[in-house]
DNA sequence: GATCGTTTTCGCCTGGGAGTCTAAAACTAC
DNA sequence: GTAGTTTTAGACTCCCAGGCGAAAACGATC
């Protein structure tokens, strides 16, 4: 048997790296890295970076191998799984399953990127392969969720920031306003932030200086307090307990 | 030769498949299916039900084929990708990709089970094969999550109950005291659940009799209102407002 | 048939966190 | 010094989850 049927089945990994970039207007805007296929199928189509997992290799070891040809990937600060995409026609020709990741660079960073390669606007894609679309979707609803109940945003945020600057990239990435007093109280509150003790001198039009603050963690923790039906008080430890580890 | 590196990928399905089950002491527990392997390796440990991925079929395809030798699959009332593990060495001499899926069965489905085929206690669980004592952890925490903020407890549940009833399918799937009257209020704020006007008569003991109640869904529905860091105000549907679908 | 124990239901109260608003603080530019 | 701008801090409200206790509705027992 040779040729039509898929006879062979291929393991590919891919990754929706998110960063919130100024534009040239000076508004925040999430961005994902894409680069422009040049090969058929679903040439001249923007697609995520990523490729043929190796035999004896770990998915999350490939993707960042896999993205190490796109950014320089110490700049990733955090890199979760995502889902995995495994219908039969999704890849013309062959059969392809693809298990894509959610990626975050900070805002600071500037990546030196290929020349095929872009950051696009993530709200106005353009004509896109195969069916990444949907997982740059599924991945843009992941991270709008996560900014909600854990602190992934040191993902996005620069290592020390303003509250304006901090609310700039929550506003980008969530794709509503974010009020700063309300964003600085509930994040002081669960101890993902706190202030540095510096303050940045005001800018060209004056405005009183912004303190500095800063993640206490870079790694991902999430907020278990506001799940509802939660255990009774009695099994609860109480709700001032700082995070231990 | 043969032995070392793997020469081929082979892709499995799994699935982690729950219900809340009644010990012979009278408490509700929830319960995990799993199957003793009869073959290396790892002969006669306990292993999730799944398969080889066919080459023409989704992963969803796949996994209700591979659980239909199991149970009867109209039994399973939801079923969601949980994750897919991929590290070199969790098959012995094979390269094996396995995507892993959450499934629940209501407690009042009782299907027969193949002869290698039992439900375990999913706190204790019994020397499990490969990394899949992992992935039961992963679902039963998914599980735990998803139980907070959406509506899954309709694929826990028979279709009709009391709250008592209930309440005993959410303590044994979050492991802890859920308080009825809590819960009540909770879900029929959020229009997950409606009574169906009937009553359950009292049981031997006496008692006043129970009101039934039934979720009105049967599908995953997200609770989006608890989302912290929400829109302001006016981009916001007032409080008050049903979930239309 | 009155009482007791049992189970469920309903209402009230409480606490706490999120969202909102306004005033004060701190700075630049003119 | 005054006006304008930006950030910070406090106070206030709203609303939901959690907790408590009383009332309702039943069976069993005497």
Redesign the pocket.
Known sequence: MRGMPPDEMRHEVLAAVFQVRRTPHGADRLDVLLWRRGRAPHRDAWALPGGTLGLAEGLGASIRRQLAQKVDVREVAHLEQLMTSGAPDRHPGRRVVATSYLGLVPADADPRLPDDTRWHDADTLPSMAFDHAEIVDAARTRLRAKLSYTNVGFALATPEF????L?GYYRAALGH??????????LL??GQIE?TGG???????????????RFRDRRLEV?D????????????TP??AQPTT
């Open positions: 303003t509250m304006s600057q609310c306003d974010v009020s700063a007093t309300n964003l600085q109280r509930v509150r669960r202030p303050a940045l001198p005001s800018g060209s039009r004056g405005g009183r200086p912004a303190a500095v603050f907020t307090e506001f799940a509802v039906l939660r255990p009774p008080a009695t099994d609860r709700t001032n």
